[in-house]
């Protein structure tokens, strides 16, 4: 659908996908607020009668279904590792840090998440994607990384989820937002796969920063 959309009203999805007013957008741009609005009713014309979030929302998540895919890829070749690790009893004993250089060492931002919601394990490269140290996210609450006007949500989606692990033991976010330490939003696609363990649930979250697909998105 967005490969209809002409290079200036490109521009201005991807800059209010990044939470710029339209009067910033305009300013960014270089052109008046009344020529915003023309382009968002063009906008509107391709995608729908939709408002500035719901169209906001659409773009997002058609460019980051292609990565989520990727992502829920990479979970199932790290829960297939775990799974055959955990086969026997005396592998079971040490799966826990077999699990652990697992994440540390994969290529993707990761989050392990209890069943009550708070962090197990934080690779660095979670870490740095949420400005933290690893150490500082160990003991948190997830919702802690997702802005506060959807926590809620975010956690009775989470309950959701956990209530039926074998039934939606892969799951996606297609363009949500996360929250860094330091306050600033920035747009994530993520994959989550439940795992029981002889500790309780846990939820194994793969991340990804959609801010630099956007912005090449932008320049093509």
Not at 149 to 178: D, I
């Amino acid at each position: 659908m967005t490969e209809s959309l002409s290079d200036r009203e490109r521009q201005l999805v991807v800059l209010a996908s990044k939470g710029l007013t339209d009067t910033a957008i305009a300013h960014k741009l270089g052109i008046s607020l009344a020529t915003v609005g023309t382009y968002w009713g063009r906008v509107r014309v391709k995608f729908g009668p939709l408002n500035r979030t719901e169209l906001v929302a659409v773009f997002l998540r058609e460019h980051s279904a292609a990565i989520v895919e990727a992502l829920k890829a990479e979970n199932l070749i790290l829960q297939k590792q775990l799974d055959e690790k955990a086969r026997s009893e005396e592998m079971l004993r040490t799966s826990v840090d077999f699990f652990r250089n697992l994440v540390d060492s994969a290529s993707q931002a990761i989050v392990v998440v209890g069943e009550d919601g708070v962090i197990q394990m934080a690779n660095e490269l979670a870490a740095g994607l949420f400005r933290y140290e690893p150490s500082e996210m160990v003991g948190m609450p997830i919702e802690q990384t997702v802005p506060e006007r959807y926590r809620t949500a975010h956690q009775e989606n989470r309950q959701s989820y956990n209530s039926n692990p074998v039934k939606r033991r892969m799951g996606e976010h297609l363009a949500t937002y996360a929250l860094r330490k330091d306050g600033t939003e920035f747009p994530i696609a993520t994959s989550l796969n439940a795992s029981e363990t002889p500790q309780g649930l846990i939820v194994t979250c793969m991340v990804q920063d959609l801010t630099d697909t956007l912005n090449a998105f932008a320049k093509n």
